[in-house]
């Protein structure tokens, strides 16, 4: 059978999209696995933190109660502890601030 010219062009643009976003999927993945790499090589306790506020977006209330402390003030002073001892590990020296 016939196939016009459009057809065969959003057949074509499908394709590109479809390779497109499958690389942005592997790319997302290998940023994940960058950093569950970083977070591996942390202090458990930094990386509970992390991984609760972040990836499992608890209230901080839950984090509070799941790290046994009892103000979410400490739970946010023990957070950004965290994050800078993240990016020191994942940026290096160059997350260090300039004086």
Request: aromatic share 8%.
């Amino acid at each position: 059978p016939y196939t016009g010219a459009k057809s065969v062009n959003d057949a074509l643009a499908d394709c590109l999209e479809l390779a497109e976003v499958m690389r942005e999927i592997q790319v997302t993945r290998d940023k994940v696995e960058e950093i569950d790499d970083v977070l591996a090589q942390m202090d458990e306790d930094d990386a509970r933190i992390l991984r609760l506020w972040y990836i499992e977006r608890k209230s901080k209330e839950e984090i509070a109660g799941a790290v046994s402390y009892a103000s979410t003030r400490s739970v946010y002073d023990l957070r950004n502890t965290a994050v800078a001892r993240f990016a020191l590990l994942y940026f290096g020296a160059a997350a260090l601030p300039s004086v």
